[in-house]
């Protein structure tokens, strides 16, 4: 925790102490995804559209139930600011409960992705693929929202480089099961893109594992009495992480859903372009671990900051952390775009894949930068639990110009009649990400001053 009235140096340095793990870990997870991208690619390009789909759908919904399970991350940090410590652990016992609660719904969608693919007109060869991959992800859903909360847990009470090294664990057992039930090898039965699925939910329960060992057997965590003094359902306390919850999780769900959406949309393109738009989207989910770690970061110190009653450090925690992500994300794009060529050939060996990919690649050098900045944003609110109105913020710029304004772009624009696109989608999420810069960056602005 930061000590009270910190300068911007140490707080900056705090916020790297507790970002790196988290990117490295978040970069480790998004390996999974583009091992997958590069297993079902190599396979075949109607598994790598299945794969591209189904992934699609089943990030939606684990972004939209893990988001709402990341509301024990600024209560927890709150009580760790506040030194209230015998709160940590029941904070964390109602996560555990909220995520078996989530767990029942999320499953039954994933297990039943019929109607949203025939809305979308996803072509019934890749339809199959795609309800296969879901069917076998749904088996790891339950331990995947269990690891969340203990993933936001343990962010909040700083000690993020056990979630590295789990995640190093479980990527290291992907890769090669993946690759292996994808294509028959090792005794293994062929699945197709759909053995990618059935490694996600495998390591799913091993990443939980890892947790709650690490739980149980860390002594650090003794004082908080984690399993000693198990509390049941509270009501009441279960009410107030799903208030705080339920808008961080529909904020996510916006964000994420408003361009994971968009393969599913644009679906009736063609194959080519739906593993076209997930080469780039690859970049993008990579690009993104970046602001999310010092996002989580910024979060966790502004949340322990309040709850420590010193408004000014929270104030000068947030504006650091925008700094940062503003700067990291300059040298993002300037990479990005001198490196496209060859980042798009390692994804694909398809020329009409990389065709579609390299057309992509000026609007993701915007949109990254505008993207990370609102998320940090998003984030450090998050810390000061405010999140109601960011998720109305969100849905009016992701979905109302991001996945509307890119589907009127992409299908109905005038000088794309007779010849949609998939770049009007990118447009239309260029457009949402800097009006979403400017509406979060106003808000945290006044709210970070009225606290003061």
């Known amino acids: 925790m930061t000590a009270p009235h910190a300068s911007a140096g140490a707080i900056v340095r705090q916020l790297f102490h507790h970002a790196w793990p988290i990117l490295v870990a978040q970069l480790l997870s998004m390996a999974m995804m583009i ?50 410590t015998g709160e940590i652990g029941p904070a964390l016992q109602q996560g555990f409960w909220l995520a078996a609660m989530l767990a029942l719904p999320g499953v039954a969608v994933l297990l039943a992705p019929g109607p949203l693919l025939a809305l979308a007109e996803v072509p ?44 190093a664990i479980v990527t290291s057992v992907h890769l090669p ?27 799913n329960w091993l990443a939980l594992l890892c947790g709650l060992t690490y739980l149980v057997r860390n002594r650090a965590y003794r004082q908080y009495h984690l399993f000693s003094r198990w509390r049941p359902p509270h009501p009441g306390e279960l009410g107030k992480l ?36 997930r080469v780039i989207a690859n970049f993008t989910g990579v690009i993104y671990m970046l602001p999310l770690a010092l ?22 925690t947030a504006r650091l952390g925008m700094g940062l992500a503003g700067g990291v994300a300059l040298v993002m794009g300037i990479l990005l775009w ?4 060859p980042l798009v050939g390692l994804s694909t060996t398809d020329p009409a894949v990389q065709g579609v990919a390299l057309g992509l690649v000026l609007y993701l050098c915007f949109y990254q930068g505008f993207d ?35 589907y009127w772009l992409s299908f109905h624009a005038p000088w794309r009649a007779g010849t949609p696109s998939v770049a009007g ?17 106003a808000l945290l602005r006044r709210v970070s001053r009225d606290r003061l």
């Open 124 to 167: 019934p060869d890749v339809a199959e693929l795609a309800s296969r991959y879901l069917a076998a992800t749904a088996a790891g859903l339950p331990a995947l929202l269990f690891y969340r909360s203990f993933y936001a847990f343990n962010n909040a009470v700083g000690r993020p480089r056990a979630l590295m090294a789990i995640s």
């Open 338 to 341: 001198l490196l496209r060529e």
């Open 242 to 277: 799903l208030r705080l919850g339920l808008p961080m999780g529909l904020s996510t769900f916006i964000d994420i859903s408003s361009f994971t959406l968009i393969a599913i949309l644009v679906a009736r393109l063609g194959v080519e372009t739906v593993a076209g738009h």
């Open 177 to 203: 099961l993946a690759w292996a039930l994808t294509n028959g090898a090792a005794g293994l039965p062929e699945l197709g893109g759909a053995g990618c699925g059935v490694s996600t939910a495998i390591i």
């Open 295 to 316: 996002s989580i970061a910024t979060m966790v110190l502004v949340g322990q900051a309040v709850g420590a009653n010193d408004p000014a450090r929270a104030r000068l």
């Open 35 to 84: 091992a997958d991208t590069l297993i079902a690619g190599r396979y075949g390009t109607l598994d790598l559209a299945g794969v591209a789909i189904g992934s699609s759908f089943y990030i939606s919904v684990v972004m939209l139930l893990g988001g709402i399970l990341q509301a024990v991350a600024p209560t927890v940090a709150h009580h760790v600011g506040a030194g209230r």
């Open 425 to 441: 989608f990118w447009e239309g999420c260029v457009v949402a990400t800097v009006a979403a810069t400017l509406l979060f960056g």
């Open 372 to 406: 990370g900045l609102q998320t940090v944003a998003a984030h450090a609110l998050r810390g000061y639990k405010v999140t109601l109105l960011p998720m109305v913020l969100h849905t009016v710029c992701f979905w109302g110009i991001g996945l509307s304004g890119g």
